[in-house]
């Protein structure tokens, strides 16, 4: 029988960016939420806004071994920022989200990326939301959110696929620095297409 693993996962990013739409969109069932209705400012971008943690599984296998992806979601408001020490606790990766289109956000993806990596020096990749065929947002962001050692994707959320890839894309950086060599011919795929 193949090993198994089990990894936690952070999601990460600024208010809005996508980060429950994210779990949402890539766990294999319903995800777990904690969503209130906004106030002030933030109501006039969305009507909702995670103010503890959601969560949500994703099943991944590969000829050799199979994973279990534990998604946690934390709150984007600076103000639900205690909730992101809580959350770290014991985070096997960091998925931190950038939205392209509101580049006035990035300074605190930043500031996010630098809380969670002095907590853990986890593998992490940064999410560029919208950005799947604007390669250039991405290396704007590659500059502007500078994370040492971090992937950067560009990628929909709202897609399912394209956000199971982009997991997949954290899961292959965290085996190749569990094993210490590239993963490159490493195969996973999500368990339940
Ligand atoms: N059309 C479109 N809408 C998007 C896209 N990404 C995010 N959204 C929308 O932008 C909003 C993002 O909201 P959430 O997923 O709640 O953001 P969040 O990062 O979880 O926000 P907080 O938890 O409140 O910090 C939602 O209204 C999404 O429907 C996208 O790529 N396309
Ligand atoms: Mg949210």
Do not use: C
Request: hydrophobic share 45%.
């Amino acid at each position: 029988m193949n090993p198994h693993f089990d990894f936690k996962i952070v999601v990460a990013g600024p208010f809005a960016a996508g980060k429950t739409t994210m779990i949402a969109a890539s766990a294999d069932g319903p995800l777990v939420g904690t969503e209130a209705p906004t106030s002030g400012g933030e109501a006039a971008v969305k009507a909702t806004t995670t103010v503890g943690m959601e969560y949500g599984t994703l099943a991944v296998a590969s000829d050799s071994f199979s994973v279990e992806l534990n998604l946690y979601g934390v709150p984007g408001q600076e103000r639900f920022s205690f909730m992101w020490d809580i959350v770290g606790v014991g985070m096997d990766g960091l998925f931190l989200l950038v939205d392209a289109d509101r580049p006035e956000t990035w300074a605190t993806s930043a500031t996010m990326a630098a809380h969670f990596g002095a907590l853990s020096s986890t593998p992490v990749v940064v999410g560029v939301n919208r950005a799947s065929t604007r390669p250039e947002v991405v290396e704007q962001v590659r500059h502007a959110v500078p994370v040492p050692g971090a992937r950067y994707i560009g990628f929909e959320v709202i897609d399912p696929q394209d956000a199971r890839n982009a997991l997949l894309e954290l899961l292959l950086h965290m085996l190749e620095q569990m094993n210490d060599e590239p993963a490159a011919q490493t195969s996973v795929q999500v368990a339940t297409p």
